[in-house]
């Protein structure tokens, strides 16, 4: 079975970093966009960072230009998303999913509907 394996979350202050990861099996990345997702209460759920891995593109959310990155270790089969700068509107469950249509981020927002793949969300929270 194909999935998804989130690692890491939890609480920290506003300015703080995390580093996520989110770690494939039962398929390689290198022909996969890997995109993480937040769902926060009460909203709906947003892409905020992909990569393609077909050819390294990229996406990040207005929202997180800047303060976010998102990178590949395909020996690892791996995707790790660094978060810096966090700020109390960052807190919501997030998400790692995978989709294999899309092969590249340029002028590509990604939709939740379009992953084939989802991981286990995991909580963040930014305290102010």
């Known amino acids: 079975m194909s999935s998804c394996r989130r690692l890491g979350g939890g609480l920290v202050q506003a300015g703080g970093s995390l580093r996520l990861s989110c770690a494939a099996s039962?398929?390689?990345?290198?022909?996969?966009?890997i995109g993480w997702f937040r769902q926060a209460p009460g909203k709906e759920r947003e892409g905020v960072s992909c990569?393609?891995?077909?050819?390294?593109?990229?996406y990040y959310a207005d929202s997180v230009k800047g303060r976010f990155t998102i990178s590949s270790n395909n020996a690892k089969n791996t995707v790790y998303p660094q978060m810096n700068s966090l700020k109390p509107e960052d807190t919501a469950v997030y998400y790692c999913?995978?989709?294999?249509?899309?092969?590249?981020?340029?002028?590509?927002?990604?939709?939740?509907?379009?992953?084939?793949?989802w991981g286990k969300g995991t909580q963040v929270t930014v305290s102010s």
């Open positions: 999913a995978a989709s294999g249509r899309l092969l590249t981020m340029v002028d590509v927002v990604p939709d939740p509907y379009g992953m084939d793949y």
């Open positions: 990569i393609a891995n077909t050819d390294g593109s990229t």
């Open positions: 039962g398929f390689t990345i290198d022909d996969y966009a």
